[in-house]
């Protein structure tokens, strides 16, 4: 347990307890596991697990375990992609509206998608795809720059110098990206998933302005490349 | 006496008799949670929980309004109407085909939890009434008359009551494309005189009474009074059937969010539409039926928990409606479960991979607790 580090003369003198409701907090004890929100865990029969994971259990019958986050979940439909781009979309926390923005966003692209399946003739059905998280997927990846720029400034000049990304850089990127396309340059009163919906389905196709956007962004590495040997990292 | 054949027009007919040959033999999976069997006044026990499809021209025809948006869309997305054979729905139609229609108008209140299927069920039996070639006096939601209207004008025919032009024009509208055969068959008793220049004489077609409502929007209202009135004096002559179908009837008893001028609240009583059909459901007549729902959903001033029709209906609306025949509709049994869960699959709106799976489907049981509503918001995005 951690040593009371609290201030005050009368109350440094009780001993230190955790309080009754556990809090996720960053500062937990360091002995406290991580909750295994995983099904297939659970069921795997004793017999097969190694000499680690059987380790591995008896120690989680003893520690304490991490309450676990409202975004973890065991459901088999869960995405992690899907809970980030809702996190970012949701604006003062509030993550119901978020949601069903999101899950209306899905079902909008299925239904435009079922349509033009059903009005295609018979040998083009296989190549439309319907499914609305393989086109969220796509989309992002379309979207994703691969190579970024950076300011630096030398001898009293910004240069814009290209720099390499790292993945989680280019997936943020690509979301911001979609959201703020979404939210600025499209007609007041149309509503969010009508346009996000759009947009996916636009940059699934490699259309649309956001894969305009990330051209730029490239054209200009490009264009700076004599820069490059600034970056020190 | 006037025709009892199917009303329906013989292109939906003659689409039906080539439908039905060919479906049984392409696709044999298909009949576990399907049937061929298009008329309603077949549907049995053996029919429970399989869906049966309503041809697109039928649709267009029976229901121009009533049916809830999301079926609409889904309509639209699978490009055809399949509706679900419950066990409440067949009830009511082996009431109906039992009724004695000399005696006075029987009332069934169809009531459950939200989302449990009682505006599909009311929708069946109206399909079941305009097949047989009745009547059929389908209001879509009493609700939509005692909330959000903008233009309430006071009625020349009565000063105490107040008229609203804009819903009763639609609803003249929607009244129109489903009845066409009937509003040229059934004639006007009495002179009525719409204005100074306006009259409609005896023994004229009813149509004519619902052109002037839709021309002169300011006179809806009494049109719809007109129209109500000669039906319900007519019905009990027995030339044709009456199927008055009112979803939402809690709304007629209870309190408005409208208010007058001088911003004293109205009640429902002094609109000119809801004291119409007030007088319309109350069972001093005969030669048809009145089939009722009761609607939480766009209830005003009701707590989102009540559901039995004394909660809704409160104590004047449950002494109007008095003798009346509850019909209570609950969640999927789990054999309609795997049925709409089979349909979903069938039309391809499951997507997601793990949504084929065993844990997808019992995730799925799980979440909605087998509610339709549920389990159709929930596979929306899937």
């Not at chain 2, 449950?318 to 999927?332: E, G, K, R, T």
């Amino acid at each position: 347990m951690a040593a009371p580090s609290a201030a005050g003369l009368g109350r440094r003198l009780r001993a230190w307890l955790p309080r009754i409701m556990p809090v996720r907090w960053s500062r937990y004890d360091p002995s406290y596991l991580e909750p295994e929100v995983n099904k297939e865990f659970y069921q795997k029969p004793l017999e097969k697990l190694t000499e680690e994971e059987r380790e591995q259990m008896e120690l989680k019958a003893v520690q304490p375990i991490k309450a676990a986050p409202p975004t973890l979940s065991s459901s088999v439909f869960s995405d992690p992609m899907i809970s980030k781009f809702t996190n970012m979309m949701m604006k003062s926390g509030n993550k119901i509206l978020a949601r069903s923005l999101m899950s209306q966003t899905l079902e909008a692209i299925k239904r435009k998608q079922l349509e033009k399946y059903h009005k295609a003739p018979e040998n083009e059905k296989e190549t439309i795809e319907c499914n609305p998280y393989v086109i969220f997927h796509q989309a992002l990846k379309n979207c994703q720059p691969i190579i970024g720029i950076s300011n630096i400034t030398k001898g009293g000049k910004t240069y814009q110098v290209p720099v390499p990304l790292t993945d989680n850089r280019k997936r943020f990127l690509a979301m911001k990206w979609l959201i703020t396309e979404c939210r600025e340059n499209k007609h007041r009163r149309t509503m969010m998933p009508e346009k996000l919906s759009q947009e996916l389905l636009l940059a699934f196709n490699n259309e649309g302005p956001v894969i305009k956007k990330k051209h730029i962004l490239h054209k200009m590495a490009e264009a700076n490349r004599a820069y490059a040997h600034f970056r020190w990292w | 006496q006037l025709d009892h054949g199917c009303a329906l027009h013989t292109a939906a007919r003659g689409c039906l008799s080539s439908v039905s040959p060919q479906d049984v033999p392409a696709e044999k999976p298909r009949a576990v949670f399907h049937t061929n069997e298009s008329d309603p006044a077949k549907h049995t026990e053996h029919h429970e929980g399989r869906l049966y499809d309503i041809p697109l021209e039928e649709v267009k025809a029976v229901f121009p309004h009533g049916l809830p948006y999301r079926f609409q869309q889904q309509i639209q997305t699978f490009n055809e109407a399949r509706v679900m054979v419950r066990k409440p729905a067949l009830e009511l139609l082996a009431y109906l085909k039992g009724s004695n229609f000399a005696h006075p108008a029987v009332r069934y209140v169809i009531y459950g939890e939200r989302g449990t299927g009682k505006t599909m069920t009311l929708c069946h039996v109206v399909h079941y009434c305009s097949r047989q070639g009745w009547l059929v006096l389908h209001i879509p939601d009493a609700h939509l008359w005692v909330k959000n209207c903008k233009e309430l004008l006071q009625s020349s025919y009565n000063k105490d009551r107040l008229d609203q032009p804009l819903q009763a024009s639609v609803w003249l509208k929607n009244f129109k494309t489903s009845n066409e055969r009937f509003l040229r068959e059934i004639k006007t008793q009495k002179k009525y005189t719409w204005g100074k220049r306006e009259a409609t004489e005896e023994g004229r077609p009813l149509g004519e009474v619902v052109e002037q409502g839709l021309a002169r929007v300011r006179s809806a209202s009494d049109a719809v009074g007109v129209v109500l009135r000669e039906i319900k004096q007519q019905s009990p002559r027995g030339s044709f059937r009456l199927l008055v179908a009112v979803d939402g009837v809690n709304a007629l008893w209870g309190r408005t969010t409208l208010r007058k001028e001088d911003k004293s609240p109205v009640s429902p009583e002094e609109l000119t539409l809801v004291h119409n059909l007030q007088k319309m459901v109350k069972n001093d007549w005969s030669g048809g039926a009145i089939v009722t729902t009761l609607s939480q959903t766009g209830s005003l001033f009701k707590p989102s928990s009540a559901y039995t029709p004394q909660e809704l209906l409160g104590k004047e609306g449950f002494d109007a409606l008095d003798p009346f025949i509850p019909i209570p509709v609950s969640n999927y049994s789990p054999r309609e479960f795997e049925s709409c869960y089979g349909y979903y699959l069938e039309r391809r709106w499951l997507q997601h991979e793990k949504a084929h799976t065993e844990d997808g489907k019992a995730e799925l049981q799980f979440l909605s607790g087998s509610n339709p509503r549920q389990l159709d918001r929930l596979a929306g995005p899937l």
